[in-house]
């Protein structure tokens, strides 16, 4: 399930988040540009930042392992889930701003940055564990589980963005009205999913047999 609520909140990039950028969002980088540059061009901000940052990350477990600290799987996964959450406290900012003009990029290049801190929490271990962890005579079910969970976190994705016209044009509201109730929604509740999985870590330490 955390796996499912992490990646409808990460596929918001090609949906309302695009959206976000192409209808509301300078695209001329404070005035820097003459013309505005394609909205799109923001879904190389995730790919980029993987290239920076993974190096970083990958230093700083094998810096945790070697003093013992080193955060198991499950806290990996609430890591994720958490740098979620956090990382679209920026977009309820630049809808805000939004409202009385257009909204500066830096708030989708923050956004971007952290959901990709997140990224880089949960998904190298992720599809590693399931491997690690079924039975020899059914990983090929549980890898095609571990992938049907993507499908199922796109589909909540697509349901997601649709919402969120609902929450723009005031049929509904979420805390806040408009758009920045539905980022705040993609605040909270990746946040309390993280901290429902922290309370399982224990129990699913237990399951996992060592299984680091």
């Keep these: ?5 992490f990646w409808a909140g990460f596929e918001q990039a090609g949906s309302s988040l695009n959206v976000f950028a192409a209808q ?4 001329t980088l404070w005035g820097l540009l003459d013309d505005p540059f394609p909205a799109t061009w923001y879904q190389s901000v995730n790919p980029a ?11 700083l477990w094998l810096a945790l392992g070697k003093r013992g600290i080193e955060p198991s799987t499950p806290v990996k996964f609430c890591l994720g889930l958490w740098l979620l959450g956090l990382a679209f406290i920026a977009m309820v900012a630049g809808a805000i701003e939004a409202r009385s003009g257009l909204a500066g ?5 923050i956004t971007f940055v952290v959901v990709t801190w997140g990224e880089l929490c949960l ?7 399931v491997t690690k962890l079924a039975p020899a005579h059914l ?18 994705a697509g349901e997601l963005a649709r919402f969120s016209t609902r929450l723009e ?9 408009g758009l920045p109730g ?14 429902a999985l922290l309370l399982l870590v224990p129990t699913l330490k237990r399951w996992m047999n060592g299984v680091h």
């Design 105 to 109: 990029p830096q708030w989708l290049l």
């Design 24 to 27: 509301s969002t300078d695209r």
């Design 123 to 129: 998904s190298p271990v992720g599809l590693s564990m």
């Design 169 to 177: 044009s005031g049929e509904v509201t979420f805390l806040m009205d």
């Design 139 to 156: 990983q090929s079910f549980f890898m095609g589980l571990w992938y049907f969970t993507f499908s199922l976190a796109n589909l909540l």
């Design 182 to 195: 539905f980022y705040l929604m993609l605040i909270i509740a990746p946040i309390a999913v993280g901290t």
């Design 1 to 5: 399930f955390g796996n499912i609520a």
């Design 49 to 59: 930042s993987v290239i920076l940052f993974a190096p970083l990350f990958a230093a």
